[in-house]
């Protein structure tokens, strides 16, 4: 098990940066991959970006690639997604997710690829 819980969520104008954290519980945090999703009202859940548990890689799904950071602490047990240029269709709540194995060298990039899911937290962009 690898508890997980989101936070930085809020309301924020287009244009605007917001960084969300993911503190997880365990001493097993480092050895997982961790994930960002996000899902708008209506939508399925969208993976955002990942990156694996030694933060050598990441991944950035196309629609924030250039303005969305993923980035962890290991000493911490906590992964960030610092998220800039807002805009409203990054609107959702966004989950944090950890990996269904450890040391994978690749970054999973669906959500059948996590195992831990956090309770979420909301983005609001408004325009």
């Known amino acids: ?14 244009g605007g940066s917001l ?13 997982y991959a961790m994930g960002w999703f ?4 209506g939508k399925e859940r969208e993976f955002v970006a990942g990156i694996t548990w030694s933060g050598g890689s990441t991944a950035y799904a ?14 911490k047990n ?3 997604l610092q998220m800039n240029t807002l805009k409203p269709e990054d609107t959702a709540v966004y989950y944090c997710a ?6 994978t060298v690749v970054v999973p990039v669906t959500g059948g690829e996590y195992a ?8 609001t962009v408004s325009s």
């Not at 960084?19 to 050895?31: D, E, K, M, P, Q």
Request: charged share 15%; proline share 3%.
């Open 1 to 14: 098990q690898v508890p997980l819980v989101e936070s930085g969520g809020g309301l924020v104008q287009a």
């Open 19 to 31: 960084r969300l954290s993911c503190a997880a519980s365990g001493r097993t945090f480092s050895s």
């Open 38 to 41: 996000r899902q708008a009202p």
């Open 62 to 75: 196309d629609s924030v690639k250039g303005r969305f950071t993923i980035s962890r602490d290991n000493a």
């Open 78 to 80: 906590t992964v960030y």
């Open 98 to 103: 950890a990996g269904a194995w450890t040391y």
């Open 116 to 123: 831990y899911w956090g309770q979420g937290t909301q983005v």
